[in-house]
């Protein structure tokens, strides 16, 4: 008689599209794989993941793996198509192969029918199910950083700083736990992946939780609806960002010749800190029309020079 340590799993590997060397890793595909670990966990059954190394370089690969070390092979979400799935039936040949979470588009395809069992989400003549996605473990709310950089502003010559000040920020925003969401400043009515308005501009803006550019404009429509900036003026010896920040008595500002990790760490955790009442302040004074600006002094310019 077969007894439960007969029948379960000795080692399971999970494995799905995240786990080709030429596959993606979709925010999707994670969480499903989130979901089955959670499942896995609870029932007290050992597992392995294996990842793309393209995407995780320093996580367990496929040339790291020995089949013989797993009983059971388990591919999470994505469709099941293709020689990749079906080189695992090869390479996996002595293990229990289950597919969990996926679409089957092709039911005799090789790909499909190379498991023992399939769970699908969706598949010809079945009902669909939710999405692993759908229940996996919540996740916690990471900042979300509106990057607005310009490699213009040529008429700054040999002063500018530019690509050195993009390369430098894009490198220490890589490495941050946070959702980053290219923006431009720049207007287009033709072209949807920008926006055609200020109103459309200013709508996402005040959506982050923080904004960090080497722009002007970067920094006063950020400050103008309230969101934090933390400023950085690509141009040696300092330039219209940095007048602009002080016009604003804005502090979150970094010069292109002091420009590193550390000056970024220190005025990122004060933006998400102090810096976020601190840019409420600032569009209150936007708002009440607190200080001076040059409009102030046009019509007294126009009125002059008509004069003369």
């Not at 007290?44 to 092979?73: K, T």
């Not at 003549?125 to 996740?139: F, G, I, K, N, R």
């Not at 607005?148 to 500018?160: D, F, K, M």
């Not at 949807?192 to 550019?213: F, G, K």
Request: proline share 6%; charged share 25%.
């Amino acid at each position: 008689m077969l007894t439960q340590d007969d029948v379960r799993p000795k080692r399971v590997l999970l494995a799905g599209w995240f786990s080709f060397r030429d596959g993606e890793a979709t925010a999707g595909d994670v969480l499903a794989l989130h979901r089955v670990e959670e499942v896995l966990r609870a029932a007290d059954i050992p597992y392995d993941v294996v990842w793309s190394p393209g995407f995780r370089p320093d996580a367990r690969h496929f040339d790291d793996v020995r089949p013989g070390d797993y009983s059971h092979l388990v591919f999470v979400c994505g469709p099941l198509h293709g020689p990749q799935v079906e080189e695992l039936h090869r390479r996996f040949a002595h293990c229990v192969r289950i597919a969990v979470g996926t679409s089957v588009i092709d039911p005799g395809s090789p790909a499909v029918t190379g498991f023992h069992r399939v769970l699908a989400r969706d598949a010809p003549d079945s009902p669909p199910v939710e999405d692993l996605a759908a229940h996996a473990p919540t996740l916690p709310a990471r900042p979300v950083v509106g990057v607005i950089l310009t490699h213009g502003q040529h008429e700054y010559g040999q002063q500018r700083r530019h690509g050195q000040v993009a390369e430098t920020v894009t490198r220490w925003l890589a490495g941050k736990d946070c959702a980053r969401l290219e923006l431009d400043t720049r207007l287009d009515t033709a072209d949807w992946h920008l926006n055609a308005t200020p109103a459309q501009t200013q709508s996402v803006l005040a959506r982050l939780d923080l904004v960090v550019t080497d722009r002007l404009h970067g920094l006063v429509l950020g400050l103008r609806v309230g969101t934090p900036v933390l400023a950085v003026d690509p141009v040696a010896g300092g330039a219209k960002v940095s007048a602009q920040a002080r016009a604003c008595n804005w502090p979150a500002l970094l010069t292109a010749e002091r420009l590193d990790e550390r000056g970024l760490d220190r005025w990122w955790y004060w933006c998400l800190t102090s810096g976020r009442v601190a840019a409420r302040q600032a569009r209150d004074a936007f708002r009440e029309d607190a200080a001076p600006d040059s409009a102030d002094h046009l019509v007294e310019a126009l009125t002059d020079s008509a004069r003369r």
